[in-house]
């Protein structure tokens, strides 16, 4: 951050200043200022004969043992402290001195580092007994010292994200695997200063001030929430990312984030289960012809000759699409092959459902916790896809919009927005503005099938990363989708761009439950074959 010079020296001075205290810094006492430390939320204790073992759950690797041999017998109750609230290093000592043993010159601190380095505890700083920010996991107390080099400017990094959170702002970056909380307005304001070209300077203020923002900057820069440079520079590889795909792959992939990634740990309270089987959106219903012969001879085809042929077919024919046909397509691709019971679920709702008595919560009944089998793979076997069409040529159908019962396997006809409809139907997802006229005048696909999600479903057992789960699904429904059409000589084509608040009004549904993720043509294949 660029300083006038006016107040380049003053910043100086206090830099200097907070060298001479870099002593003061390792023993938590950063002049007026402490760094306080709890066990990081979510943290697993368990006494074993050895000591204390504490633990993350789920995809976060590694655990820490607290020794009794080493500590005394102080550690049961260092633990206990550490997971009710805030003690600093002071703290500590007196606890492990109270039974006698007290550690060697500098173990605590040690004891901290290892902490920290296994992820398990979250680092407060105040000053005078008021928080200002707080970082999850915590890191080395090395993070909080002054910077040895001066840093001519800096700006807030362009992956940073800055978001409300219970006790203040959260800031937390893609590049980082720490969070901050701050809690003290000064230093939120501060944030807004580093962004743009970064030229604002340090404010002094009150007694303490410009320490805690030197110390609070050092942080930022440390752990990567700083670029340097008027210009900020970036890493080689980053112009490649854009915020928001790193954001995603960074926050749903275990080891590369703080967020908690796997089977969920507590069910929501106030959350009902989605049930296997999606209800009937409509009465009017269609039923579609089982596979015949010739089409089962079809889907019969060696699976390398179909890989082998398969690709991506964007032109159709005029003539309809045979319903023996579709409904081949939809019986061999999407249906409900079977219906099982998930045990762990099942058992999990079981006890839910029982009365204080312990009464009720037979696991045989029939319940939201069965799994409705399909051809494609789905996380957990839970399969929370289902799939909305928009048919324009198929024989003894009548153009609109419908939703495939894949355990019926039949059309539920829907009415949804009359012009969304409308549009869906006259669109070809292939002619964009700018496409040729010869091209633009080419026929729609026979059938648009958009596909939908139903977050819930997933949400019940996973946590962490439900939309990348619901994403590696897509990939799964999609080509057997394709693979499925290449068998019937049936064209296919992966969308990769749906308009969802359109399509969400043409099939009445709604996006927060149930969002639109993609979606794939078919039909007779054209003569180009492109």
Known sequence: MSLPADRACGFHAARCVCRRRRDLYAKGDMNGMDVLYRLIPGAICEEVEEGVRISLPGAFPGWFLLRKEARGGAVSRVVRRLQEEWTDEATLKAFFASEG??????????????????????????????????????????????????????????????????????????????RIVVHDPFLAGLLSRLCGDGEEALTTGGEGTEEAQIAFLSLLHRLGFVERGAGGTVPEALPFWEFQDLLFFSRTTPGRGTVYVGKRVKTPEGLSFPPALRAPVSKECVPLPLPSEEALRLLARPFGDVLEARRSRRTFRQDPLPLALFGAFLHAAARVRTIEKDMSLAERLA??????????????????????????????????????????????????????????????????????????????????????????????????????????RTAWKYEGAIFRLILQDLGCLCQTLCLTAEALSLASCIVGAVFEPLVSSAFGTNWREEPFVGAVTLGLPGETGL
């Not at 601190?109 to 105040?126: H, P, Q």
């Not at 970082?135 to 700006?155: H, K, N």
């Not at 019962?405 to 539920?412: F, I, N, T, V, Y």
């Not at 292939?430 to 026929?443: K, M």
């Open 351 to 456: 006890l839910a459902r029982r009365d204080d008595n312990g009464n009720g919560g037979n696991v045989e009944v029939p319940g939201p916790e069965d799994l409705a089998l399909r051809p494609f793979p789905s996380g957990g076997g839970l399969h929370p896809l289902e799939l909305y069409l928009t048919v324009r040529r198929v024989e003894g159908l009548p153009p609109g919009t419908y939703r495939y019962d894949p355990a019926g396997h039949l059309l539920e006809r829907i009415i949804g927005d009359r012009n969304a409809t409308e549009r869906l139907l006259e669109e070809n997802p292939y002619v964009f503005p700018g496409t040729p006229e010869a091209a633009a005048d080419l026929p729609t696909p026979h059938v648009t099938l958009y596909i939908a999600a139903r977050i819930g």
């Open 101 to 178: 043993t007290p550690p060697d010159e500098g173990g605590v601190a040690l004891l901290l580092k290892e902490m920290s380095g296994s992820g398990i505890l979250v680092a407060r700083v105040a000053e005078k007994s008021a928080p200002l920010f707080s970082v999850l996991p915590a890191p080395g107390t090395e993070a909080f010292l002054p910077l040895d080099e001066g840093r001519e400017s800096a700006r807030l990094s362009r992956f940073a994200l800055l978001r409300n959170a219970s006790e203040g702002l959260l800031l937390e970056s893609p590049l980082s695997p720490h």
